[in-house]
Every structure is written in C-alpha cells, then in structure tokens.
C-alpha cells in the first residue's frame, strides 16, 4: 500500500505532497473515440474544523481521504480526524471519538495495514515520546488505542508505516534507525526486528558508519526473485535488504552523500523506476543533484541534475531536505514531488519517470488561494485525482480526472 504525507524532521508533521498533471486523451473503443478526457481544476469544500485549523492530508487503500487537525496549543492540544470519498469528495464523517487526543501530541504519518486498521503516529513537541494509535474501524463509536509492544522510546517522530504482502507492517522511530514489526500479519502487537539498520549495513552517516536515522522506507518486490525487500535510506545511504536483516543480503545504493547534510527523505518505485531524495554526492554539488533513478531492470543509477533558477522542465536545486516524503509515485510514468526551493514552493508533476518535471499550479485554473505563498508542502492523490494542500491545509484543490 501507499501512503502519501510529508512529515518536517524538526518541526510539526505535514502531509504528503501530491500533483498530478493532465491533458486531452483520447480512447478509443469499439473503433470509436470517445470525447477526450481533460484535466482541470476545482476547489473542495471542508469542515469548519479543517477551515479554521488547517490539516495533514492522506489517501489511503480503501478509497478514502483523510484529515488530520490538530487546534490549541499545549497542554490543551486537540486532535481531529475526518475522511471522504477521495473519487467524490463531499461529505466528510469526523472518526476522532476517544483516546486521539491527550493535550499534548501533535498527529503524524497516517497509513492503514493490510486487514484495513487505520495506524496514526502521535508526539509531544518536546519530544521523548511516540505513540502509535490504532482506531477500532467505528464510525458510529470510534475509538483509538495504543498499539501494543512498542515501547514508545523515540527521539523523533515516526515518518511512516510499510507493509510487506504477507500482512505485516514496518515502522521506524527516526533517530533510532531501529525498526519494529507486528508479531503477525496486520496484529497490533509490535516487537523490535532490528536495532539500529546502519549498525547492520555499516552504511550510515559520514564519519559516522554505524549510526543515523531512518527518514524513509518502503518494502519492494522487484520480481527478481529475491521477494519483498526492505529499502530505506535516512542519514546514509540507501540499503536494500532483506527482511531478515542479515548484513550479507544488502545491496547499498547512494553511498557518496553527506550523511546529516545529505540526508534521504524520500524513496518510492515505478513499474520500472526507483526514485529517491538525496544529495547525489558530496564530491558532485553542493544542494543541486537531489533526485536519483535507480532503473530496476539493470539497477543503473541516474542523477537527475538540479539547477537553479529551475528551468521550465527541470527539477529545482536547494531543495529543503528538512522534510520528509515529498516523492511520490502516482501511476505509470507519473510522480510528483512538491517541496520548497529557494523561498518558492513547488508542485510538480513528471510524466516520464523524472527526467523531466512541469508545474501544474501554472497550468491555469486554479486561483490564488492555492498559488504563491498560498501553496504549501503537502499534497497526496489518487490515481486519477491529485489534492493540493493550501494555506496549512485549511484550503484544498483537486486536480483531475487524469487520463
């Protein structure tokens, strides 16, 4: 499954950031071509809560959009969750209930497992501790609890959650570089698999081999025979291991960066593409070659150089490499990224596996609530549908259909 947020590593967490382009496509069927299908696009409406507050967005497997709103300030924080249709978004059922708020978390990543429990990452400002909360499925009585297992030891917040097709879901506390697991397929009783990745891989930061957080992973089948595989990558490079753990089944990529000053906050796959946020190399620039391809068919690696100012299909250079899971695989050929680059912030759309990228924002259509300054880090989508993030959320656009 896919889960689509952009978490800040050193401030409040912000949803995924998603666009998707469009254009005129014409199908043809039984020897007829049908009217082509355009792109455009449309405000949607949300809740007084989410208006009033803003919200991280997320769109999850089972077709829905979610919300999540956090109002106050501590020790009166209050937490919100809300979801739509993310086909027809409209009217929007609030699952906050009990046990989502303590007056002192911020929510965070927010993905579901495989048998459909919804999991949410909550921490205080201060740090020190993490929650993982689960909601019950309820939307008459909902109810969130803590998972069980984990520890909640963490000195940063948990980006994200992966599953791996035997049911079982992965999450990192950050920091760490630990990795925890459910004791059984889409159980909410975690156990530690590993302590510390790069103490296993000897990949971490500069200076620093056995050590660095984990800001991204996901579990991959390559089809090359090796089955799922763990990809993650933070502050040192990107391992490919496998889900065992064991040093000698690794195959380390994106080696030469800087750890800390180069960190990895994003990774995601194509049907032939690999595509992961990282400074290409220390030796190469100096915040201009962030993005690199991984061809899974012969595994070649490719920088996709940045520049700046950014040309009009380029990918931007400086990118702000503080936040996290900004790269996303949309469907086919089609990713989006959107981050912030020298006090712009960009929503963009490749239609070619990242080799080249277009703002979709310029595309016309959508107005000023959501353009300029008014666009913010944070968007996710569907395969036909892309959500723009406006104004910390408070404002939300919807691109589509994409053909």
Same mark, same amino acid.
């Given at each position: 499954?896919?889960?689509?947020?952009?978490?800040?590593?050193? /401030? &409040?967490?912000?949803?995924?950031?998603?666009?998707?382009?469009?254009? $005129?496509?014409?199908?043809?069927?039984?020897?007829?071509?049908?009217?082509?299908?355009?792109? $455009?696009?449309?405000?949607?409406?949300?809740?007084?809560?989410?208006?009033?507050?803003?919200?991280?967005?997320?769109?999850?497997?089972?077709?829905?959009?979610? &919300?999540?709103v956090h109002s106050g300030v501590l020790p009166n924080i209050v937490n919100s969750m809300l979801r739509t249709s993310a086909t027809s978004p409209g009217t929007w059922t609030d699952i906050t209930g009990k046990g989502l708020s303590n007056g002192s978390e911020f929510l965070g990543a927010v993905d579901m497992t495989p048998g459909r429990a919804i999991l949410v990452s909550a921490a205080p400002a201060a740090r020190g501790v993490a929650d993982v909360l689960a909601w019950n499925g309820s939307t008459a009585s909902p109810v969130w609890t803590k998972?069980?297992?984990?520890?909640?030891?963490?000195?940063?917040?948990?980006? /994200?959650?992966?599953?791996?097709? &035997?049911?079982?879901?992965?999450?990192?506390?950050? +920091?760490?570089?630990?990795?925890?697991?459910n004791k059984a397929p889409n159980s909410l009783n975690f156990t530690q698999v590993v302590a510390n990745l790069y103490e296993a891989t000897g990949g971490g930061a500069t200076g620093h081999?056995?050590?660095?957080?984990?800001?991204?992973?996901s579990v991959f089948n390559l089809n090359d025979g090796k089955g799922d595989m763990i990809w993650a990558c933070g502050e040192g490079e990107l391992d490919n291991i496998a889900l065992n753990?064991?040093?000698?089944?690794?195959?380390?990529?994106? #080696?030469?960066?800087?750890?800390?000053?180069?960190?990895?906050?994003?990774?995601?796959?194509?049907?032939?593409?690999?595509? $992961?946020?990282?400074?290409?190399?220390?030796?190469?620039?100096?915040?201009?070659?962030?993005?690199?391809?991984?061809?899974?068919?012969?595994?070649?690696? #490719?920088v996709h150089a940045g520049s700046y100012p950014r040309s009009s299909t380029g990918f931007p250079a400086y990118i702000n490499m503080n936040q996290v899971g900004l790269l996303h695989w949309v469907s086919g050929?089609? +990713?989006?990224?959107?981050?912030?680059?020298?006090?712009?912030?960009?929503?963009?759309?490749?239609?070619?596996?990242?080799?080249?990228?277009?703002?979709?924002?310029?595309?016309?259509?959508?107005?000023?609530?959501?353009?300029?300054?008014?666009?913010?880090?944070? &968007?996710?989508?569907?395969?036909?549908?892309?959500?723009?993030?406006?104004?910390?959320?408070?404002?939300? +656009?919807?691109y589509g259909p994409l053909g």
């Open positions: 499954m896919r889960i689509r947020f952009a978490n800040s590593l050193f /401030g &409040a967490l912000l949803p995924l950031v998603v666009c998707v382009t469009g254009g $005129a496509v014409s199908n043809d069927t039984l020897g007829s071509v049908n009217a082509p299908i355009v792109a $455009a696009w449309s405000s949607v409406p949300v809740p007084s809560v989410i208006s009033a507050n803003g919200a991280s967005y997320s769109v999850e497997p089972d077709g829905y959009l979610s &919300a999540a998972v069980k297992g984990w520890d909640r030891v963490s000195t940063s917040r948990i980006y /994200g959650f992966t599953n791996d097709s &035997a049911g079982y879901t992965y999450f990192s506390p950050a +920091w760490s570089g630990d990795i925890w697991r081999p056995t050590t660095g957080g984990i800001y991204a992973m753990f064991r040093a000698r089944s690794n195959t380390a990529y994106l #080696t030469t960066a800087n750890g800390y000053t180069g960190n990895c906050t994003a990774i995601d796959k194509s049907p032939t593409t690999i595509l $992961a946020l990282r400074q290409a190399s220390a030796s190469l620039d100096s915040g201009y070659d962030m993005l690199t391809g991984i061809n899974i068919l012969t595994r070649a690696t #490719t050929t089609n +990713w989006i990224v959107t981050n912030q680059a020298s006090n712009t912030t960009y929503l963009l759309l490749s239609t070619d596996d990242g080799n080249t990228w277009t703002d979709i924002t310029a595309s016309g259509g959508i107005d000023s609530s959501c353009t300029g300054a008014n666009l913010s880090v944070g &968007a996710v989508a569907t395969s036909q549908y892309v959500y723009a993030r406006c104004q910390g959320g408070a404002v939300l +656009w919807r």
